[in-house]
């Protein structure tokens, strides 16, 4: 080897590190906890913001605040598993799921399930697309996606929503068939992501949405804090809250825990 090839070697070996350096930047955020509550004439939806940012490469954790409930017009949603992939080295968030669908619902206007059925299509591509530029993405994002889903929407005097469990499984169409159905046919509250410490609570608790009402905006965030409390680690303050009406909306000030 002469000492002029050397040069050369030091240069690939700087690219090759770089390149390491470069994909070691990319993360996948997740996890949330959400409760939609049916009242006499709206709907509650109460939501975590803590996001837990994974790295691919090196497996370091980190936690961003992010809002969980979206809007887009009169229509409200909320994923359970959002799925955001960052790559810090093209400045930052390369997908996200929430607004993937903000844009497909808003090309269909009100048609909510017309929306959705575009989202799908569009999510599917956009994984294809995502798993060819960053082949090591986990298995888990490339060939199997699955977040509880709840959209919500007033049609007439009724609060409407498609609400379940939606999972992508490579090339297989999406399980979850977008039916719009009244709320009042579904479970009270519709929980999304994590909620088994909830659960546990209300099970102890058996009247604590019986009881009378007028405080139930801090009930559902009391009920968020409980999950907060036991599973810290995945979900966290500060804690989203909506009221929604047939012909109006209020977004509560964001709650932080003490």
Not at 134 to 160: A, C, W
């Amino acid at each position: 080897m002469s000492f002029r090839s050397l040069p050369l070697i030091v240069l690939l070996l700087f690219i090759g590190y770089w390149c390491i350096a470069q994909t070691g930047s990319l993360s996948l955020g997740g996890g949330t906890t959400v409760l939609a509550f049916l009242t006499k004439d709206s709907v509650i939806i109460t939501a975590d913001t803590k996001e837990i940012i994974i790295n691919q490469k090196t497996g370091d954790t980190s936690y961003i605040i992010v809002p969980k409930i979206r809007q887009v017009g009169n229509v409200f949603f909320a994923f359970s598993d959002f799925y955001e992939l960052y790559d810090y080295d093209k400045g930052g968030k390369v997908f996200d799921m929430q607004s993937l669908f903000t844009e497909c619902q808003k090309k269909d206007s009100d048609d909510i399930v017309s929306g959705f059925k575009d989202f799908l299509d569009n999510l599917k591509t956009k994984i294809n697309e995502l798993s060819m530029e960053y082949p090591f993405l986990p298995n888990s994002f490339k060939n199997r996606v699955m977040s509880g889903v709840i959209i919500i929407q007033f049609k007439d005097e009724t609060p409407h929503c498609i609400f379940g469990l939606l999972i992508l499984n490579g090339d297989a169409a999406p399980n979850l068939n977008p039916r719009f159905k009244p709320i009042n046919s579904l479970v009270n509250p519709m929980p999304l992501g994590r909620f088994q410490y909830i659960s546990s609570f209300l099970a102890s608790n058996q009247t604590y949405l019986s009881s009378p009402r007028p405080n139930m905006k801090e009930k559902l965030i009391k009920l968020i804090r409980v999950q907060i409390a036991q599973d810290s680690a995945a979900v966290g303050c500060p804690i989203d809250q909506v009221v929604i009406r047939r012909n109006a909306y209020k977004w509560q000030p964001r709650f932080y825990c003490k």
